[in-house]
């Protein structure tokens, strides 16, 4: 039984609570993505797509995170330790706190000189 302080009164239960509010927008994941797009030392442009036809593959899937959204966010490394940094920190001090929180993960940079800072 339920119990409403204002009335004071109990009421039967008629389902779980957690029933009476259905899930419309799938809850989104963010995953970052830092590649290095543009750049003098090393670029590899085709990073994004593959990962994008890999997000959409997930999000096309009702057997794999039914009940999610995965969000891709691609930054462009251009394959510099400062450049990817700055990536980085982005997408840790991201001014949206419930970003933050739902950002499971961020893949790259695809240079190892640039990932030894972080």
Not at 8 to 32: C, D, E
Not at 53 to 77: E, T, W
Not at 95 to 101: E, G, L, V
Request: aromatic fraction near 8%; glycine fraction near 6%.
């Amino acid at each position: 039984h339920l119990y409403d302080p204002m009335s004071k009164q109990r009421h039967a239960r008629k389902q779980p609570w957690y029933k009476n509010f259905p899930v419309r927008i799938k809850n989104q994941l963010y995953i970052g993505g830092i590649f290095p797009v543009s750049g003098s030392k090393f670029t590899a442009p085709e990073l994004g797509p593959v990962a994008i036809m890999a997000v959409n593959d997930i999000n096309n899937n009702p057997d794999i995170l039914p009940k999610h959204r995965l969000v891709l966010d691609i930054q462009d490394g251009q394959c510099e330790a400062d450049v990817v940094m700055k990536k980085f920190i982005d997408f840790i001090k991201n001014k949206d706190p419930s970003r933050f929180r739902s950002t499971i993960g961020i893949l790259g940079p695809a240079c190892s000189n640039t990932i030894e800072p972080i």
